[in-house]
């Protein structure tokens, strides 16, 4: 039976041995999914010990997604502009790596959650790894504005520059929250801040999200958060969490491993948490 992981440090929280054995029972998969705490500094000799073990491919979570493209022979452009891998798939001596968040965010919205993002206004709030890995598969969707909001300035120009010379539209732009005009609203604003976690709020204006705007906070599982309560303030009904983005970014995974796509509504219901 084929055996496939996910390694992070701490990782009992994870969901993703509960999200990929329930694909595997629903496509009829013989392979069998569990989660391995990774030491700190440690993660070449775990991922060697485990495919000398026989394993097949693993999932990569916090601390490691650096690691893993450093680990890597082939890097996909989605983990060489992320800079970090979330997949890792083994061909004898070769390591391939994927970071498959930024399609399983736009597929949440689009499939899903029934939001365009061709033609439409993108904010991205923050200018970490969570928004590196969503830019290419956003910017594939050819919205007509996608702007980088970050509370360090220098660090969102950095990123849109670095899309820039690597090909991407002029429509892509980075600044600071102050850079919002009050002018400026948008049909799809994603939270890739940490804030959520600890019940904080980034500094956005109310004016930027739009009536008819889908809000949306890439944390999941914690409810009404202050982002969405805010968007929920400035009048939009179209209010969602990250799990959709969870369950999709493992989806996209399972199909490079297995050649096989699960149907992810089912999953997507059951670790759903009212937004209230």
Sequence with gaps: MDRYAVIGNPISHSKSPLIHTGFAEATGQAMTYTAIEGPLGGFAAAVDRFRAEGGKGLNVTVP????????????????????????????????????????????????????????????????????????????????????????????????????????????????GYADLRPADCFDVVINATSASLGQELPAVPPTAVAPHAL???????????????????????????????????????????RGVRPDTTPMIERLRVPLN
């Design 64 to 175: 490691f997604k650096l690691d893993a493209c450093a680990y890597a022979t082939d890097l996909a452009d989605s983990a060489r502009a992320a800079g970090a891998a979330n997949a890792l798939k083994f061909d004898g001596s070769r390591c391939l790596a994927e970071n498959f968040d930024g399609i399983g965010l736009v597929r949440d919205i689009v499939h899903n959650l029934g939001h365009p993002v061709h033609g439409r206004r993108v904010l991205l709030l923050g200018a970490g790894g969570a928004t590196r890995g969503a830019l290419l598969p956003l910017l594939a969707q050819q919205p007509a504005r996608v702007f980088v909001a970050n509370r360090t300035v220098d660090k969102a120009t950095s990123l849109v520059q670095e899309f820039l010379a690597r090909g991407a539209p002029p429509s892509l732009e980075g600044g």
């Design 215 to 257: 809000a949306y906070d890439m944390v999941y599982g914690k409810g009404l958060t202050p982002f969405l309560t805010l968007a929920r303030q400035a009048g939009t009904p179209h209010l969602a969490d990250g799990v959709g983005m969870l369950v999709e970014q493992a989806a996209e995974a399972f199909v490079w491993w």
